[in-house]
């Protein structure tokens, strides 16, 4: 059995797992250590599940814990050899991650980390560097793609592999444009390598959603300029237009920027 959790989604912190039987994979480090164990405590969880971590890219919300994790539970930490200069160089990061437990990936050459064969792929985004994961485990297919200024043909073909989808719904446009950012960082979040709206996610979906498509997690929403309901309409509304019904073609939830999610069992 194949399962996935989120314990953060937003630029408070950001935190996934997967894991089967036998094995755990963690996807970003941005929450706390105290508060992530705490988490596996409530959720009857071990530390000693997770086997590996695996990093997006090198900012704060995404690696902050990162060092300290990978210190105290012994772990390798998997990236591209950018996004380890960039969390090196990242003051957020107090504890660094040892030499020992670097392991650079690169980006479309499939690796095996116990259960999970994993391909790093490019996401633009105003980072050092910036990948999504393709996750393949128990024949299961499930892809995360967060933090990106826009939709890739590259990213395209994943979005159509995938059975389980983690993909970035960040801000309306209405609200960002309307709201309390100064323009210059307006303009960054609307940018090429800035994040993904709303309708973006929302027409990403109807181009490229294939009926192998089980369920889709919307993550990465902000706080100032998005709604987690209001982010859900607008995608359920952008498929139903399409001929796309939620609930029947596939799942959609949101992912909480603080709270932990269900544990979703992926069949």
Not at 100 to 117: A, S
Not at 158 to 173: F, G, K, P, Q, R
Not at 207 to 226: D, F, G, I
Request: glycine share 8%.
């Amino acid at each position: 059995m194949l399962n996935f959790i989120s314990f953060g989604s937003g630029s408070s912190g950001n935190c996934y797992m997967l894991y089967t039987e036998t094995d755990g994979l963690l996807i970003d480090a941005g929450v706390g250590i105290r508060t992530l164990k705490k988490h596996f405590l409530d959720y009857g969880l071990k530390m000693q599940q997770v086997r590996n971590i695996i990093i997006t890219h090198d900012h704060a919300d995404h690696v902050k814990s990162v060092g300290k994790m990978s210190t105290d539970c012994n772990l390798p930490v998997y990236a591209t050899e950018e996004v380890h200069k960039g969390i090196e160089r990242n003051y957020c990061v107090r504890k660094k991650i040892a030499p020992i437990n670097k392991k650079i990936i690169q980006k479309n050459e499939p690796f095996q980390l116990g259960d999970f064969r994993i391909t790093a792929f490019n996401v633009p985004h105003d980072s050092a560097d910036n990948v999504g994961y393709r996750i393949e485990a128990e024949g299961i297919v499930f892809c995360l793609m967060t933090d990106a200024g826009h939709v890739t043909d590259e990213m395209k073909q994943y979005i159509s592999e995938a059975n389980y989808l983690v993909i970035e719904a960040n801000h309306d446009t209405e609200m960002l444009f309307n709201g309390p950012y100064p323009d210059y960082l307006k303009e960054r979040v609307n940018g090429l390598t800035g994040h993904l709206s709303n309708r973006a996610c929302g027409e990403a979906l109807v181009e490229n959603a294939t009926p192998r498509m089980q369920h889709v997690w919307l993550c990465h929403l902000s706080q100032e300029n998005n709604h987690p309901e209001l982010a859900r309409k607008t995608v359920q509304m952008i498929l139903q237009n399409s001929g796309i019904i939620v609930g029947k073609d596939f799942g959609l939830d949101v992912l909480k920027r603080r709270t932990p999610s269900d544990i979703f069992q992926l069949t």
